[in-house]
């Protein structure tokens, strides 16, 4: 069984900055990728971004140039940085995992998500 404990969503003004941390723990072999996602009040959850164990990465063409995602390997834990937030970045943020168990079977397992308001 795998955890994932997030953090650093809140309240901040439109052009401010947020940094969404997600620690990942239990019995993990091996993770293949984490990464975020956020749903907006009536939209579908959409990727935000997402890294692979490699450390290539995905993101949503609307965050491209404000947010940043890294990775530390040894903590399990990944981060979103985002900057330069607008109002429309408002939504729930979940972190997802990918991830091989010490049984060697590939799961993934999201977070509990996170709130993140951008006010005008």
């Known amino acids: 069984q795998v955890q994932l404990v997030e953090s650093g969503g809140g309240l901040v003004k439109a052009g401010g900055s947020l940094r969404l941390s997600c620690a990942a723990s239990g019995s993990i072999f091996s993770i293949n990728g984490m990464g975020w996602y956020r749903q907006a009040p009536g939209k579908q959850r959409e990727l935000v971004a997402f890294?692979?164990?490699?450390?290539?990465?995905n993101y949503a063409d609307s965050v491209k140039g404000r947010f940043t995602i890294s990775r530390d390997n040894a903590k399990n834990t990944a981060y979103l940085q985002m900057n330069s937030l607008k109002p429309e970045d408002t939504a729930v943020y979940y972190c997802?995992?990918?991830?091989?168990?010490?049984?060697?079977?590939?799961?993934?397992?999201w977070g509990q998500g996170t709130q993140v308001t951008v006010s005008s």
């Open positions: 890294i692979f164990s490699g450390g290539s990465t």
């Open positions: 997802k995992v990918n991830y091989e168990s010490s049984s060697r079977y590939v799961y993934e397992n």
